[in-house]
């Protein structure tokens, strides 16, 4: 058995090349058992958001407090709150951040996976 305390969460340092707006992140966890899972606690102020990008593994959002904003390339945003679980399969193109007018935190769990960064996301909604 392995304790992550919330006082030993490692802060990650935000990238302007990944990340836009108010973002703060810290690392739960790395490693449970051999199996790479990073587990990122990560807080959006309104207008925060992650960069487009897209995962070798699976990603879980886990929604822990206000609104996010989540969209997959080629769909429409939607929005989701605490309590609430949205699931990336691997390889999709995918932005998460604050829903507008709302900051929101979540727990991003990424399975045995790496994340390639791509543009930033733009203010107007995708034809």
């Known amino acids: 058995m392995k304790d992550f305390r919330r006082d030993d969460f490692e802060p990650v340092s935000i ?8 973002v ?10 051999g199996v790479s899972v990073l587990v990122y606690r990560v807080e959006f102020d309104a207008g925060g958001r992650t960069h487009w990008h897209r995962h070798t593994g699976a990603q879980w959002l886990l929604i822990i407090d206000g609104r996010i904003r989540v ?4 769909e429409a945003a939607r929005d989701v ?14 932005w998460h951040g604050a829903a507008p007018g709302s900051a929101g935190t979540h727990l991003a769990v990424n399975l045995n996976s790496t994340t390639e960064w ?5 203010d107007q ?3």
């Open 118 to 122: 791509l543009e930033a996301v733009s």
């Open 125 to 127: 909604p995708l034809a």
């Open 71 to 74: 969209q997959k390339w080629g």
């Open 15 to 22: 990238d302007p090349r990944s990340f836009a707006g108010g």
């Open 24 to 33: 703060r992140s810290k690392k739960v966890a790395s490693e449970v058992g």
């Open 81 to 94: 709150g605490a309590g609430d679980i949205v699931v990336i399969e691997p390889g999709e193109k995918h």
